[in-house]
């Protein structure tokens, strides 16, 4: 909790210095071109302390304070010049003047309640009320600077948003950026890379011709390609000496928050994660593979940390059986493990649920437990398979359920404040578990596992409509005993033995309710495919690959630097157009906690990221802040631009409605983004 508050805090403060150094950009401006600045704020609303040379810090403003002294001494000299009792109200200039005579400063530095966004006042410059009059003989004043000189002042926040990013990238590059490598860990069954070639252990160097430096870039890159085309992706294979081009066409779908997406995640090491990298996840695994302990050999062969890919391709070629890996812990001891593969999700690109084996679907095995959930609490522990689930206060059972219905039945249950009955099994007798499902998830309310699927039962938990083994009559319940009239023990065999028969019809005993039952399963082209995409995985607590990019060298420092600045605000504007295209749906913009929650996770991750987290938002601000809506610094512009062309400033009837209208917009798109970050936290 303390880490977690201590990085919102940070990304705070963060947030705050890029509102700061962007307001400093115009202070300076209006300082340069002799326009009177009234206010520097950071934040908005009323203030919470402030200072003026002459004054001091106050708690509020200093305003008052100012108004009464200058007052004071105005009507103090207009009685000694007339001998009047009642001396005229001073105009501004008269004001300021009086308060330079008294070493008082004409600028009040302030820190507002409300720390989002920030402001400077100059004299006679009022976003919201651009007819406001100032006095024609006010040299000082913003009106009376010439079109080009309020073009800087209007202007010079974002250049130094844009000046602030190039520096936090330099200071990124010589402290040393720990970010992953654009190496390939993992290629979703059936996705766009999987049909396009690409492997677990690519590298990809550039996309439609762009240089892919780290992986941050790779998900946006990818997202920001057109889903009708294909894309041009040149990729370093191990083992391959010149590079291999592949054309990919990205894909829309539930699994890519319907984003153009490719279907992949970034490289593991083959090293213990550490405790960040757990999280609050208790596996089996987690004595196998403690934190920084490294695999040395995998059945037989040695391999370095980033050989990822050799314990990926040891699993695909298993055919089931364990893998041999040697591991070498932080003490110098070398210990010998063997680890049984898991099935892998092979829909999980379009979103599903649910592994599909020519239609048969594996019983819910429990992989990970997070602590003080209320799986944990109510004794759910890694490794229990899902015999049945009952709701308690309906009645209904279903058993076994797939993972789908299980997943279906624990939110509905979790959201009605229903508790559910769960059969368990682990190795030995069955026992029951009863619990409200009330952890947040993505998908509503859980209890707090990660899933697998069972391997070693040949229980079918569900059939698939349509598919193969739907056609031949299986049912839900059923152990599989053989196939092709030979005998099967785990799901592993079930799959070894249907990739075998390709195609055409073989035989399958069943054994269940109905008693043993010999059916006939037709496999085409269509089901081959589907089994071909099955792949298998492993539970192992992997830390993520990294390659920190570090240099001192002047010119590769100023280089990477202006292209990750580059890229920043060229994002922005590539996103915008998505948006406006409709290939980026606009429920996935963040608001102010959407920032935070990326901010916190970012700086949950070291230094180097908050540095980056920064820089990216810096970028963004430069762009969003010139983009041409009334009310902030792009569509002040065009009124300046229309002023230059016209040889006159719009009315200042259209100027007002232009900024209403404005204001409105952004109330609005602050509104909506507000809601969704919510729904993304609390919903």
Same mark, same amino acid.
């Given at each position: ?13 963060? +947030? ?13 401006? &209006? %300082? ?18 402030? *200072? ?21 001494? +105005? ?20 004001? *300021? ?21 920030? *402001? ?9 009320? $651009? ?15 010439? /079109?080009?000189? %309020? ?29 992953? $490598? ?26 439609? =011709? ?26 370093? @294979? ?5 590079? /291999? ?44 593979? $403690? ?36 591991? @070498? ?19 999980? +690109? ?10 048969? #679907? ?57 508790? /559910? ?9 069955? #026992? ?42 299986? @049912? ?18 079930? /799959? ?28 085409? &082209? ?25 240099? #001192? ?24 157009? @998505? ?41 963004? !601000? ?44 952004? =109330?609005?798109?602050? !509104? ?12």
């Amino acid at each position: 909790m303390f880490e977690s508050t201590l990085n919102i805090l940070l990304v705070a403060l963060a +947030f705050g210095f890029v509102i700061f150094w962007h307001e400093l950009g115009h202070f300076l401006a &209006a %300082r340069w071109a002799g326009v009177r600045v009234e206010q520097f704020a950071v934040g908005m609303g009323h203030a919470l302390f402030s *200072y003026r040379r002459g004054i001091g810090f106050r708690f509020g403003n200093t305003r008052e304070e100012f108004e009464k002294r200058t007052a004071a001494e +105005f009507a103090k000299r207009q009685g000694e010049l007339t001998g009047r009792d009642q001396p005229r109200e001073a105009t501004l200039r008269e004001q *300021y003047d009086i308060a330079r005579d008294l070493g008082i400063g004409e600028t009040e530095y302030r820190l507002s309640w409300i720390p989002l966004g920030g *402001y400077v006042k100059p004299t006679g410059q009022d976003d919201l009320r $651009p007819a406001k009059e100032v006095a024609a003989d006010d040299p000082h004043a913003f009106g009376a600077k010439s /079109v080009g000189k %309020r073009m800087v002042i209007i202007s010079a926040g974002v250049v130094m948003n844009v000046i602030l990013a190039f520096a936090l990238y330099v200071l990124l590059f010589v402290y040393g950026f720990n970010s992953s $490598p654009t190496v390939i860990g993992l290629v979703q069954s059936g996705s766009p890379a999987q049909l396009g070639g690409l492997r677990v252990g690519d590298r990809i160097e550039s996309i439609n =011709g762009e240089p892919q430096e780290d992986y941050t870039k790779i998900t946006m890159n990818v997202a920001l390609l057109r889903d009708d085309e294909p894309a041009r992706f040149v990729v370093k @294979r191990p083992g391959v000496e010149q590079p /291999v081009t592949l054309m990919i066409k990205p894909v829309k779908s539930a699994g890519t928050a319907n984003m153009p997406g490719i279907g992949v995640m970034g490289a593991f090491s083959l090293t213990g994660a550490d405790k960040r990298g757990r999280g609050e996840l208790i596996t089996a695994h987690d004595a196998l593979l $403690p934190i920084d302990a490294v695999i040395t050999t995998i059945n037989g062969m040695a391999v370095k940390a980033d050989d990822y890919h050799v314990l990926d391709q040891a699993l695909q070629t298993s055919a089931g059986q364990p893998v041999e890996l040697v591991i @070498r812990k932080t003490d110098g001891s070398v210990t010998t493990h063997s680890i049984m593969p898991t099935l892998f999700l092979g829909g999980a +690109f379009s979103g599903e649920t649910d592994l599909s084996i020519a239609g048969l #679907r594996p019983r819910v095995q429990i992989n990970g437990i997070k602590k003080d959930s209320v799986a944990q609490k109510n004794g759910v522990r890694p490794g229990d398979v899902i015999q049945e689930i009952g709701i308690v206060e309906t009645g209904e059972v279903l058993a076994p359920p797939s993972t789908a219905k299980f997943l279906e039945w624990v939110n509905s249950s979790g959201k009605a404040d229903r508790a /559910v009955r769960l059969v368990l099994t682990n190795g030995g007798a069955a #026992r029951e578990v009863t619990l409200k499902p009330t952890d947040k998830t993505e998908r509503g309310r859980g209890m707090g596992v990660t899933r697998d699927y069972e391997t070693a039962a040949t229980i079918v938990a569900d059939v698939a409509p349509d598919s193969p083994a739907a056609k031949a009559g299986v @049912r839900p319940g059923e152990r599989i005993v053989s196939i092709g009239g030979e005998n099967v023990a785990t799901w592993f065999d079930i /799959v070894q033995k249907l990739r075998a028969s390709k195609s055409g019809d073989i035989k399958i005993v069943t054994d269940g309710v109905a008693g043993t039952r010999e059916l006939t399963m037709s496999i085409d &082209a269509a089901s081959a495919k589907m089994l071909a995409d099955v792949h298998y995985s492993h539970s192992l607590p992997l830390a993520p690959l990294i390659e920190p990019r570090k240099t #001192r060298d002047p010119l590769t420092l100023v280089e990477w630097s202006i292209n990750e600045t580059k890229y920043s605000i060229f994002q922005v504007y590539a996103t915008l157009q @998505r948006l406006f295209q409709g290939s980026v749906p606009v429920s996935n913009l963040s608001g102010p906690l959407g920032i935070l929650s990326a901010g916190s996770s970012a700086a949950d991750r070291g230094l180097d990221w908050l540095i980056w987290f920064t820089a990216l938002i810096s970028a963004n !601000l430069a762009v969003v802040n010139f983009l041409p809506i009334p009310i902030v610094d792009g569509g002040l512009f065009i009124f300046l631009l229309a002023e230059k062309l016209t040889g006159r400033p719009p009315s200042p009837r259209v100027q007002a409605v232009a900024q209403i209208v404005g204001l409105v917009l952004l =109330g609005s798109l602050f !509104l909506f983004v507000t809601y969704h970050d919510v729904l993304r936290q609390w919903g």
